[in-house]
T-cell receptor
Framework: ETGVTQSPTHLIKTRGQQVTLRCSSQ?????VSWYQQALGQGPQFIFQ???????GRGNFPPRFSGLQFPNYSSELNVNALELDDSALYLC????????????FGEGSWLTVV | AQSVTQLGSHVSVSEGALVLLRCNYS??????LFWYVQYPNQGLQLLLK????ATLVKGINGFEAEFKKSETSFHLTKPSAHMSDAAEYFC????????????WGAGTKLIIKP
């Protein structure tokens, strides 16, 4: 158990719809990052939030957006879903940056049909 | 730019045999290096981490890895494989240049033969 919880665990959406994934970080962790892991591939960095501000972004289009709340929990929003968005979405938290270990949740499996 | 290369998308060893999973990285500044394991349909679990202290790092489940700067490598080993070690293993690097974002290898699937 890492103390990072994600919801929902599985969901199915239709192409063009919008989805919100949620993450509760480990207690005391002020940094949250999101990753997309397609089947059979390694995680791809989407973005990171530190104290409610986005402070890093990977190569994902603007329809991928996020929020971090004062309690450091976070949301990942994806608009205009495409079939290729089908993947495992992983949230990870850490107590700051500077090479601290990040702890992953179990992920949210998104299937776009 | 930072990168991580894991040699071999699949590695197959017999139960009880030595496990060696290879990871090479590129980084122009001192890196932090990680190995994570992912069991089927689960999230990522930290195995071990190098943070510029001892070059030989011991992790959970009997795994260890050695940081070799001259070879830019951080290979993962375990003396004796167990059936429960079957999983996918990911090597990752982070450093100041990447703003400490994790850069991941493509992963190596470890298969244990009975």
């Amino acid at each position: 158990e890492t103390g990072v919880t994600q919801s929902p665990t599985h969901l199915i959406k239709t192409r063009g719809q919008q989805v919100t994934l949620r993450c509760s970080s480990q207690s005391g962790h002020n940094t949250v990052s999101w990753y997309q892991q397609a089947l059979g591939q390694g995680p791809q960095f989407i973005f990171q939030y530190y104290r409610e501000e986005e402070n890093g972004r990977g190569n994902f289009p603007p329809r991928f957006s996020g929020l971090q709340f004062p309690n450091y929990s976070s949301e990942l929003n994806v608009n205009a879903l495409e079939l290729d968005d089908s993947a495992l979405y992983l949230c990870a938290s850490s107590p700051g940056q500077s090479g601290n270990t990040i702890y992953f949740g179990e992920g949210s499996w998104l299937t776009v049909v | 730019a930072q990168s991580v290369t894991q040699l071999g998308s699949h590695v197959s060893v017999s139960e009880g045999a030595l496990v060696l999973l290879r990871c090479n990285y590129s980084s122009s500044v001192p890196p932090y290096l990680f190995w994570y394991v992912q069991y089927p349909n689960q999230g990522l679990q930290l195995l071990l981490k190098y943070t510029s202290a001892a070059t030989l790092v011991k992790g959970i489940n009997g795994f260890e890895a050695e940081f070799k700067k001259s070879e830019t490598s951080f290979h993962l080993t375990k003396p004796s494989a167990h059936m429960s070690d079957a999983a996918e293993y990911f090597c990752a690097v982070s450093d100041l240049d990447s703003n400490y974002q994790l850069i991941w290898g493509a992963g190596t699937k470890l298969i244990i033969k009975p």
